[in-house]
């Protein structure tokens, strides 16, 4: 009965569903009303209100601090809050092959780092010198735990770099945030934590470093040969900042051979990279290509890292890379919604044909279309393909 029961519901349910919609669109048929003009229920949800941004602002707010208060009372100094036990948590030492965990956790209180910046957004400078300076007191990177390059580059270094630039400048761009006892100790340690990580270049026969590294022992005899292009390819903005500070280019040079020979072993008819290869044999060993998890911030870097530093060669890898993207990954009917056929959608093809691999979407895949129109600010004619935007920039 109960079932029964359910099963009418649905059925009323899509009967009024259909039937609204029905009448919606007999007003403005599909076909004919023009695109950019919305309905009256898709503007009731396409925008909010002062009121609505004002709320959302302030649940994102309530967010942090619950999450970060509870971190500082019941984690610190360890990685992150456990919020089952609401305990700390750091790497599984008895369990080096969990590295779910361990690639992430270094024993270096992650959530204290990785909310530096974040403390900058909302405003909060009382709490932000008060992080910098525990985390000056507390934080050392001499631990033996084996953490993953990447991770370890873009929410430690990245937050070190971040809450260093902020807290030395004095111009106050971002707010009152500078701290005139302030020595440079944060880049001091992402100068450490980067040095630890530079022995996963050793014993590379192709330049691409290992993913994992032990930040005391170095490379570690059962580490693992293999990598993914985003892993290996998304270094250049931590290692690339680091670099430029410390006036020694040993840093942003080690990324950059990566992003060339990352380059060097594209599919020479499509032009597509694979999502995973051998650091010593240059051989591919998964050759998925698409926007999504395993590839997903290399093509990112490679933009941003044009507009960080201007070079043009980053540029030049981003257009090109993208230029096999459309051709290779793009289906469906050319225009959004003024023809017949499939929507347009970017799949997962094979590096070495160009063959529809999947047409599902992971999350990570999001950030391409936020990375496009990012593009708007920094648009400079004639130097970036708007015309191929298709759907996503149209």
């Known amino acids: 009965m109960i079932q029964n029961a359910r099963k009418l519901a649905w059925i009323v349910f899509g009967l009024a ?84 965990i361990n690639d992430v956790l270094g024993d270096y209180s992650l959530t204290l780092l990785d909310s530096l910046d974040s403390l900058v957004v909302f405003g909060d400078s009382k ?10 007191r507390t934080v050392n990177f001499d631990k033996n735990a084996t953490v993953q390059v990447f991770e370890a580059t873009i929410r430690v270094i990245g937050s070190l770099l971040s809450a260093h630039l902020i807290a030395s400048d004095k111009s106050r761009t971002l707010g009152d945030f500078y701290m005139e006892d302030y020595d440079g100790e944060l880049l001091s340690m992402a100068h450490e934590l980067a040095s630890r990580l530079m ?9 691409i470093p290992y993913t994992r590294v032990n930040l005391r022992l170095g490379i570690l005899p059962d580490t693992i040969n293999e990598t993914c292009t985003a892993g290996a390819g998304s270094l250049l903005l931590e290692f690339g900042i680091l670099s430029r500070l410390l006036k020694d280019h040993t840093y942003e040079h080690a990324a950059r051979r990566i992003n060339e020979k990352l380059w060097q ?24 290509s698409g ?69 599902w979407i992971d999350s990570l895949q999001v950030y391409f279309l936020i990375l496009l129109f990012s593009l708007i600010k920094f648009f400079i004619p004639g130097k970036f393909r708007w015309s191929s935007l298709t759907c996503w920039g149209r």
């Open 17 to 100: 569903f259909f039937a609204t919609t029905s009448s919606q669109h007999q007003k403005i048929p599909y076909r004919t009303r023009n695109p950019f003009l919305l309905t009256p229920g898709e503007r009731r949800l396409s925008s909010f209100s002062q009121e609505e941004m004002l709320d959302a602002r302030n649940e994102a707010r309530e967010m942090f601090y619950f999450g970060y208060e509870n971190y500082m009372s019941h984690a610190f100094p360890l990685d992150e809050l456990d919020p089952i036990h609401c305990t700390g948590r750091g790497p599984d030492y008895k369990n080096p092959t969990n590295i779910n």
């Open 127 to 136: 709490e932000f010198r008060r992080a910098v300076k525990l985390a000056i």
């Open 265 to 288: 072993l594209r599919d020479p008819i499509t032009g597509l990279l694979g999502n995973l290869l051998n650091i010593q044999t240059g051989k591919w060993v998964g050759h998925l």
């Open 199 to 207: 022995p996963a270049f050793d014993g590379s026969r192709t330049g």
């Open 291 to 359: 926007l999504g998890a395993g590839l997903d911030s290399f093509f990112e870097y490679l933009l941003k890292a044009y507009i960080m530093f201007g070079e043009k060669r980053d540029l030049q890898l981003f257009n090109e890379a993208y230029a096999s993207i459309l051709d290779n990954m793009r289906r469906g009917r050319s225009s959004c919604s003024l023809e017949d056929g499939e929507p347009p959608l970017f799949v997962n093809v094979d590096a070495r044909d160009g063959s529809t691999a999947n047409t």
